[in-house]
C-alpha cells in the first residue's frame, strides 16, 4: 500500500548517514543532554530505558570526552540521572591518545567536539546469564544487542539536531583501555563521534 505522508521517525532514518568531518563549532550541554537520554534515558518510575535490556539488567553505561562543549572543560566526563543535570568530570585525555589506539586512520576520534563512549560491565551480564550458557557468551550477545540499540539512538537524536556523528569501533581493547582509564569494572564498546558537520567541499 502505498503513503503519501513519511513519518518523522521514517525522515530521520533515511537521513541517517555517517559523518567524518566536523567544524570547529562547539556543543552546547543541551545537544548532549538531547543524545545521552536518547541513549539510556529514563522513562518511566520504575527504572525502564531508551533502550531494552534483557532482564533490565542495564550493564551499559555512557561516558562523554568533552572537547569543545560550552561550559564543560575539557575531559572525561561520568554523567548522572539526566534530568538532574549532573557532571562529574574525571580526568583529563592527551591529545592524540584515541586515535593511538585505533586500528585505521579514524581522525575523527580526536577532530569530533564530543566522543560518547558507550562501556559495559561485561562480567555483570556473563554472570547474570551464565545459567542459559555457561561460557558466558550469551550475556555477551546481549551487551552486543543493547550496545546496538544504543548507538542507533544516538544516531537518530543526532540527526533530529542536524548533527554529524559516526561510530568506531576498530581499536585495540587494551590501548583504548589505557588511554580512556574508564572507572572499574568499565570497559569500552564503542566510542560515537558527534559535532557539527564541516561544510562539503
Not at 561520568?78 to 593511538?100: D, K, P, V
Not at 564503542?190 to 562539503?200: E, I, K, M, S
Request: charge should be negative; glycine fraction near 6%; charged fraction near 25%.
Amino acid at each position: 500500500m502505498s503513503r503519501d505522508r513519511i513519518s518523522a521517525l521514517e525522515q530521520l532514518l533515511k537521513q541517517r548517514r555517517s559523518c567524518r568531518r566536523f567544524d570547529d563549532h562547539p556543543l552546547s550541554v543541551g545537544n548532549l543532554e538531547r543524545l545521552l537520554f536518547a541513549a539510556q534515558g529514563s522513562t518511566h518510575s520504575d527504572g525502564k530505558r531508551t533502550a531494552p535490556s534483557a532482564h533490565a539488567l542495564y550493564p551499559l553505561k555512557t561516558f562523554v570526552i568533552a572537547r569543545r562543549i560550552e561550559g564543560l572543560e575539557p575531559g572525561l566526563y561520568e554523567t548522572g540521572a539526566i534530568y538532574e543535570a549532573t557532571w562529574q568530570r574525571l580526568h583529563g585525555i592527551r591529545s592524540g591518545t584515541l586515535l593511538s589506539a585505533s586500528l585505521a586512520d579514524d581522525t575523527w576520534l580526536e577532530d569530533s567536539p564530543a566522543v560518547i563512549v558507550v562501556a559495559a560491565d561485561r562480567q555483570i551480564a556473563i554472570d547474570h546469564f551464565a545459567d542459559q550458557q555457561p561460557d558466558g557468551l550469551r550475556g555477551v550477545r546481549y551487551i552486543d544487542f543493547e550496545a546496538g540499540a544504543v548507538i542507533q539512538n544516538l544516531h537518530l537524536s543526532a540527526t533530529e539536531q542536524e548533527l554529524g556523528s559516526v561510530v568506531v569501533m576498530g581499536y585495540d581493547d587494551d590501548i583504548m583501555q589505557t588511554a580512556l582509564r574508564l572507572p572499574t569494572p568499565f570497559r569500552s564498546i564503542a566510542l560515537f563521534c558527534v559535532g557539527h558537520p564541516a561544510a562539503r567541499r
